[in-house]
């Protein structure tokens, strides 16, 4: 089965662990831990689970990732992918991207974009509320941290 990849992500210490992570809607999260030499499946392969379309690592946390989903939100694991948590978008929907931002009052600051405007988390993606002014509502489909 041939995928399509839809984001990459370099983990802090790629350095020295050389490991890659990858996003494919139909495929789900793949990993690698010699630089993209070889792949392991590592979440959502099941073709109904949710649609990865971007992830992130923790800056505060090198076991904990985030990933943009497109039906369910933001998606939240503290054990390097072994288990996921979901954060759904308020009022329904999904997300096209996520940045890590810095620090929020609960942990650390996201920011996620969605076809309904640019919603904020200050506790590590637990909860997501709609940033305030005009970004809130309209359509946000990129970031640049």
């Known amino acids: 089965m041939a995928l399509t990849l839809i984001a990459a992500a370099f983990s802090p210490g790629f350095a020295k662990d050389r490991t890659v992570l990858v996003t494919s809607c139909k495929g789900g999260i793949y990993r690698s831990r010699d630089g993209g030499h070889t792949w392991k499946p590592?979440?959502?392969?099941?073709?109904?689970g949710p649609?990865?379309?971007?992830?992130?690592?923790?800056?505060?946390?090198?076991?904990?990732?985030?990933?943009a989903s497109r039906d369910v939100g933001v998606l939240r694991s503290r054990a390097g992918g072994?288990?996921?948590?979901?954060?759904?978008?308020?009022?329904?929907?999904?997300a096209e991207k996520l940045a890590v931002v810095?620090?929020?009052e609960g942990g650390e600051r996201l920011l996620l974009a969605t076809g309904r405007g640019?919603?904020?988390?200050?506790?590590?993606g637990e909860t997501?509320?709609?940033?305030?002014?005009?970004?809130g509502t309209d359509a946000?489909?990129?970031?640049a941290p």
Do not use: I, K
Not at 85 to 94: F, L, Q, R
Not at 118 to 123: A, G, K, V
């Open 102 to 104: 810095g620090r929020g």
């Open 51 to 67: 649609c990865p379309v971007d992830l992130v690592h923790s800056v505060a946390d090198p076991g904990s990732l985030y990933v």
């Open 82 to 94: 072994a288990g996921w948590t979901a954060s759904p978008v308020p009022g329904g929907g999904g």
């Open 128 to 135: 997501l509320r709609r940033a305030e002014g005009p970004l």
């Open 140 to 143: 946000v489909l990129a970031l």
């Open 42 to 48: 590592l979440a959502f392969q099941d073709e109904n």
């Open 118 to 124: 640019l919603l904020l988390s200050d506790d590590g």
